[in-house]
T-cell receptor, first 113, second 112 residues
Framework: ETGVTQSPTHLIKTRGQQVTLRCSSQ?????VSWYQQALGQGPQFIFQ???????GRGNFPPRFSGLQFPNYSSELNVNALELDDSALYLC????????????FGPGTRLTVL | DAKTTQPPSMDCAEGRAANLPCNHS???????VYWYRQIHSQGPQYIIH???NNETNEMASLIITEDRKSSTLILPHATLRDTAVYYC?????????????FGTGTRLTVIP
């Protein structure tokens, strides 16, 4: 059974640029959630996708957007990058939207200069 | 969602039991207690969860007080690989987005 994978591992961007992060869910999981983790903080919920539809959103501006594909893989897009967007971005998949046991990927470390 | 309070850090000797406390005095009757941990440079890992009764699995035991206002995660024989940040989360299981609200957790250091 393949776990949650994320790409790329590390990424460096400059302020104002756009970035796309990718996530492959664990086999059989139809729900994916994205989290942002700033240094020294716990992960903060960005949004969740269930069967290709956004199923909930945290306190993040619209320049954070996402997609979930028919194979349940997912993308996180961030436009107009700001310095404070530098963080570890975590993807987590679960069996369903009502299931709280989430399986996390290793994350993508984004640095905005 | 109910707020949780955890000590910022704890030490434990290798081979001894690690007991990590969590206060959740405003927990509602339908909210579960979840524990996750995050080893340095990795994504969080699910450990255990419970509603009212004590729970045990291959990783840990979860003791929930009778009034459900606090709980303790027990790692029976801590190893160096258990050094991590441990998060206590209370969450209702429901349809709709089941996002997890992480606090700052407890940094457990297992000492040789």
């Amino acid at each position: 059974e393949t776990g949650v994978t994320q790409s790329p591992t590390h990424l460096i961007k400059t302020r104002g640029q756009q970035v796309t992060l990718r996530c492959s869910s664990q086999s059989g999981h139809n729900t994916v959630s994205w989290y942002q983790q700033a240094l020294g903080q716990g992960p903060q919920f960005i949004f969740q996708y269930y069967r290709e539809e956004e199923n909930g959103r945290g306190n993040f501006p619209p320049r954070f957007s996402g997609l979930q594909f028919p194979n349940y893989s997912s993308e996180l897009n961030v436009n107009a990058l700001e310095l404070d967007d530098s963080a570890l971005y975590l993807c987590a998949s679960s069996l369903s939207s009502s299931y709280n046991e989430q399986f996390f990927g290793p994350g993508t470390r984004l640095t905005v200069l | 969602d109910a707020k949780t309070t955890q000590p910022p850090s704890m030490d434990c000797a290798e081979g001894r039991a690690a007991n990590l406390p969590c206060n959740h005095s405003t927990i509602s009757g339908n909210e579960y207690v979840y524990w996750y941990r995050q080893i340095h440079s990795q994504g969080p890992q699910y450990i255990i969860h419970g509603l009212k009764n004590n729970e045990t699995n291959e990783m840990a035991s979860l003791i929930i007080t009778e009034d459900r206002k606090s709980s303790t995660l027990i790692l029976p024989h801590a190893t160096l690989r258990d050094t991590a940040v441990y998060y206590c989360i209370v969450r209702v299981s429901q349809t709709g987005a089941n996002n997890l609200f992480f606090g700052t957790g407890t940094r457990l250091t297992v000492i040789p």
